[in-house]
């Protein structure tokens, strides 16, 4: 069974900056390596945003335009685990962040909690 | 940036009764990179829908997609207990952002 399970989340002063974690288990008929990634965030008492996704192999990468240019997603296929380094944060990016596979996800994380407050 | 918009945004049923869900997108998204997802209160997000209309595995078949273009519907046939919840639908065909919609609640009328 597929397992994703995120970690660093934490409460950070704006401008701060935090990196999540995501590590991956239970791939068995295909590895890490072949699933596209995504971080998928939703604000208190909101809707779901995708942040970002990153191919595979690593070489394609995107980002939603409330983030790009602050967040950087990357990925250790020898450690199945994909990161999300957020720079330059906002009130705004307060949200629990899911880590998914696809776009298409049918693997979803637990989520952890990013709060962006004095 | 295809903005997907979904109705209602409350759908009050009853158990028993059949509801339907709207998606529209702004320009027309290919079916094949069209999913349904269900969100429970304090719980991730599941995979419902793929492909417009393919079932995730294990989600129950009173579950249906349909729809092409810019028109897509997921629907119940009969609401369950358990199917009260928010429900969202995402597209992830052509280039990036792959965008959700602002979700419907169903909940208990």
């Known amino acids: 069974e597929v397992q994703l399970l995120e970690s660093g989340g934490g409460l950070v002063q704006p401008g701060g900056s935090l990196r999540l974690s995501c590590a991956a288990s239970?791939?068995?008929?295909?590895?890490?390596?072949?699933?596209?990634m995504s971080w998928v965030r939703q604000a208190p008492g909101k809707g779901l945003e995708w942040v970002s996704g990153i191919s595979g192999s690593g070489s394609k990468i995107h980002y939603a335009d409330s983030v790009k240019g602050r967040f950087t997603i990357s990925r250790d296929n020898s450690k199945n685990t994909l990161y999300l380094q957020m720079n330059s944060l906002r009130a705004e990016d307060t949200a629990v962040y899911y880590c998914a596979n696809g776009p298409g996800h049918d693997y979803w994380g637990q989520g952890t909690l990013v709060t962006v407050s004095s | 940036e295809i903005v997907l918009t979904q109705s209602p945004v409350i759908l009050s049923s009853a158990p028993g009764e059949r509801a339907t869900l709207s998606c529209r997108a702004s320009?027309?998204?290919?079916?094949?990179?069209l999913a349904w997802y269900q969100q429970k209160a304090g719980q991730a997000p599941r995979l419902l829908m793929y492909?417009?209309?393919s079932r995730a595995a294990g989600v129950p078949d009173r579950f249906s997609g349909s729809g092409s273009g810019t028109d897509f519907t997921l629907t119940i046939s009969r609401l369950e207990p358990e199917d009260f919840a928010v429900y969202y639908c995402?597209?992830?065909?052509?280039?990036?952002?792959?965008?959700f919609g602002p979700g419907t609640k169903v909940d208990i009328k």
């Open positions: 239970g791939f068995t008929f295909r590895s890490f390596t072949n699933y596209a």
């Open positions: 995402q597209q992830y065909g052509g280039s990036p952002p792959f965008t």
């Open positions: 320009q027309s998204v290919s079916s094949t990179y």
């Open positions: 492909s417009a209309s």
